[in-house]
């Protein structure tokens, strides 16, 4: 097995932005999907239990992972091009490079993708959105790979196939990977020259490593604020008010998840406000603790462990459940441990 994209006793903490996460036995980072197919068929050779996973901005990874698991990072799947059929993206590409392109092509389609922490691939799966605007809005046909198929051919779905709602789709009821997609872009010339015009940026801008939180911010407004100089331009205000929104809850001063659990428009409150009035903003467990500025974030302080993010979301669902009378679903994805 090439031993570049396959690793043995690896670190998760250092692909979640949650930083935290013990030593896989497995873990691998495909660059190509062919590759990917290959750490498949090793994954089946060796019984192991394929975990794949993006930019690791929605996971917590556990202290002791199972040794029966392979770990699949798709952060290195990041080719992008236009073809007769339309705009193909790789799943590993990050959404807020989206919002890039759309700004460097001349639309402001995609300005809702501006610092989401997570990649094509990942917001796919799970709808990730921001307000009104959410990925479903801009998808035209994913690619997958049935984990079923013991010859892991790709294969496409349509939009309208993906059976999305609220953060919910059919990809999360399926052992499916997500390899790609094709975008809906309004102005296909203009795409072409928005993608070189990213692709040169990257050029110019230092790389950071999008999966610890401050780099991630710093790299994509640097990114917006090197195109604006450019262009003798302004950031665009979508871009400044998601900076504002964001940094006013500070997102990306610790690591973290984002938002740990999912809102239940049927109590008709976020679940920010709804921890708000249990009081258990600051909550402190181990090295994690409740953020002090948005309900729904559980903060990675230092050296915290799986096992204090874990016990402050039970804590939270115990809370609600007996004062409001409804369980609270998480958005996180917790990962079984040893």
């Known amino acids: 097995m090439n031993k570049q994209f396959i ?13 935290i996460g013990g030593k896989a ?16 068929e090793f994954a089946k050779e060796k019984e ?28 290195e799947l ?16 990050p959404m807020s490079h ?13 300005d809702f993708c501006f610092l989401l922490p997570g990649t094509v691939g990942a917001g796919i799966y799970m709808n ?6 959410q990925i479903c809005d801009i998808l035209d046909t994913a690619f997958y790979i049935d984990l079923k198929d013991p010859e892991f051919k790709v294969q496409t779905i349509h939009v309208d196939g993906c059976g999305y709602s609220y953060k919910n789709s059919i990809f999360m009821n399926n052992d499916w990977i997500i390899v790609g997609a094709y975008l809906n872009h309004p102005d296909f010339s203009a795409l072409e020259q928005g993608i070189r015009e990213v692709e040169r940026l990257e050029q110019v801008v230092e790389y950071q490593n999008p999966s610890v939180l401050p780099n991630f911010y710093k790299y994509y407004t640097t990114m917006a604020e090197t195109w604006a100089q450019d262009h003798e331009a302004e950031v665009p205000e979508s871009f400044k008010s998601v900076i504002q929104d964001r940094g006013s809850k500070f997102h990306f001063d610790y690591p973290s998840c984002g938002s740990v659990f999912k809102n239940n428009y049927n109590f008709g409150e976020p679940m920010g406000k709804v921890v708000d009035r249990l009081n258990m903003r600051g909550t402190v467990h181990g090295g994690a603790s409740i953020s002090s500025w948005h309900g729904n974030m559980i903060v990675n302080q230092g050296n915290a462990k799986a096992e204090d993010i874990v016990y402050l979301v039970e804590q939270v669902k115990k809370s609600v459940n007996e004062a409001f009378d409804f369980i609270p679903e998480e958005e996180l994805i917790i990962v079984e441990k040893k």
Do not use: C
Not at 7 to 18: E, G, I, V
Not at 85 to 93: E, I, P, R, T
Not at 128 to 133: L, P, T
């Open 25 to 40: 036995k497995y873990l691998a980072a495909p660059a190509t999907i062919e590759e990917l197919t290959s750490v498949l």
């Open 98 to 110: 989206l919002s890039l392109i759309g700004l460097a092509s001349g639309t402001a389609d995609f």
């Open 7 to 19: 690793q043995s006793n690896a670190d998760l903490s250092a692909y979640s932005t949650y930083e």
């Open 78 to 93: 990041k080719e992008t091009y236009i073809d007769e059929k339309g705009w193909f993206v790789s799943a590993g590409m």
């Open 48 to 75: 192991l239990k394929p975990f794949w996973f993006g930019m690791g901005s929605n996971i917590l990874f556990p202290d002791e992972p199972k040794e029966d698991m392979i770990f699949i990072s798709l952060k």
């Open 128 to 133: 990730a959105k921001y307000y009104n605007r």
